[in-house]
């Protein structure tokens, strides 16, 4: 069973839009949700993470956005640009560390 | 500080070998965890060492094992390779000090890239 479900797989943004990539999770024991950003032939990288008090975080042009009851959760990328192609990747954990990845989303985003 | 390294970055096998994965955790960081990436599953927990032991494991057969040494480095192995086993194989660090067991933020190595023939 998939623990974290994360949409669309693919998405394609015009230089400047808003990149907008979803997940929902089922376990409400989660309180940590990261997201990660992975170019080819490299690790994920850290992007920016939230924890279930705040309903939104932003860092520079990334924002999280948080829904609780929804047991929902949002990257949005704004004024996307070129270099923002790439995988990325919605997580939650736990009690115990454990982390549950979404399948991903493969962004290009076009000059 | 320099990050998580992974040795080698990129193996070939064929079935029925063994192979063994290094990675080197980010200094001061106690936690060492493994995943499997492949296009059609995304990125799959295998397990995690904390202090030398196995703290959590996911659902993959015994043929994956791993240990941590005491300098915190973990090694991952795989024993009668099916062709299955081919992927990306991550692993991961994180600070994780004694008595604090809540979420903490993990920081991914590059990889090895794993082909089985």
């Known amino acids: 069973q998939q623990q974290v479900k994360q949409s669309p797989q693919s998405l394609i943004v015009q230089k400047g839009g808003i990149s907008i990539i979803n997940c929902a999770y089922e376990n409400t024991a989660f309180d940590y949700f990261p997201w990660y950003q992975q170019f080819p032939g490299k690790g994920p990288a850290l992007l920016i993470a939230i924890r279930p008090d705040v309903s939104e975080k932003k860092e520079g042009r990334f924002t999280i956005s948080f829904n609780k009851s929804a047991k929902q959760f949002s990257l949005h990328i704004m004024d996307s640009q070129p270099g923002d192609s790439a995988t990325y990747f919605c997580?939650?954990?736990?009690?115990?560390?454990?982390?549950?990845f979404g399948t991903g989303t493969s962004l290009t985003v076009i000059p | 500080k320099a990050g998580v390294t992974q040795t080698p970055r990129y193996l070939i096998k064929t079935r029925g070998q063994q192979v063994t994965l290094s990675c080197s955790p980010i200094?001061?960081?106690?936690?060492v965890s493994w995943y499997q990436q492949t296009p059609g599953q995304g990125l799959q927990f295998l397990f995690e060492?904390?202090?030398?032991?196995?703290?959590n494991k996911g659902n993959f057969p015994g043929r994956f094992s791993g240990r941590q040494f005491s300098n915190s480095r973990s090694e991952m192995n795989v024993s009668t390779l099916e062709l299955g086993d081919s992927a990306l194989y991550l692993c991961?660090?994180?600070?994780?000090?004694?008595?604090?067991?809540?979420?903490?933020?993990?920081?991914f190595g590059p990889g090895t890239r794993l082909t089985v023939l």
């Open positions: 060492y904390f202090s030398e032991t196995q703290r």
């Open positions: 200094s001061g960081h106690r936690s």
């Open positions: 997580a939650a954990s736990g009690p115990g560390n454990q982390f549950y």
């Open positions: 991961a660090s994180s600070p994780r000090t004694s008595g604090n067991w809540g979420t903490d933020t993990q920081y």
